[in-house]
């Protein structure tokens, strides 16, 4: 059974940073691009970033670039996602996803290219 889970989310000030953890079981992840995806009160489900196989390409939100990092480290089958210099406009419920892929070279910022999904972990960047 595949299962990916989340961690690390939190209350956070306005400029802070917070890491989030995901790591998977039932899978092997380097056969994955992973992605992160978030979602806040009332709003669609949004992309975030997200990453090859390979761990290159990478590609980011507009509204994250430059602030945020993904990475992941297939020998410990986890994906992470350093955010710094958070905003007001990133709380949300972070969700990361796993897509079988079928290139090292390929990632996907559509959320019906991702076969599976975690449960989320709450992001609150406060005033």
């Known amino acids: 059974q595949v299962r990916l889970v989340e961690s690390g989310g939190g209350l956070e000030e306005t400029g802070g940073s917070l890491r989030l953890s995901c790591t998977a079981s039932g899978l092997i992840l380097r056969r994955y691009a992973m992605g992160w995806f978030r979602q806040a009160p009332g709003k669609e489900r949004e992309f975030v970033a997200a990453i090859s196989r390979s761990g290159s390409p990478t590609v980011y939100a507009d509204s994250v670039k430059g602030r945020f990092t993904i990475s992941r480290e297939n020998a410990k089958n986890t994906v992470y996602l350093q955010m710094n210099s958070l905003k007001v406009e990133d709380t949300g419920v972070y969700y990361c996803?796993?897509?079988?892929?079928?290139?090292?070279?390929?990632?996907?910022?559509?959320?019906?290219?991702?076969?599976?999904w975690g449960q989320g972990t709450q992001v609150t960047v406060s005033s």
């Open positions: 996803a796993a897509d079988a892929a079928s290139s090292d070279l390929y990632c996907s910022t559509r959320p019906s290219a991702y076969d599976y």
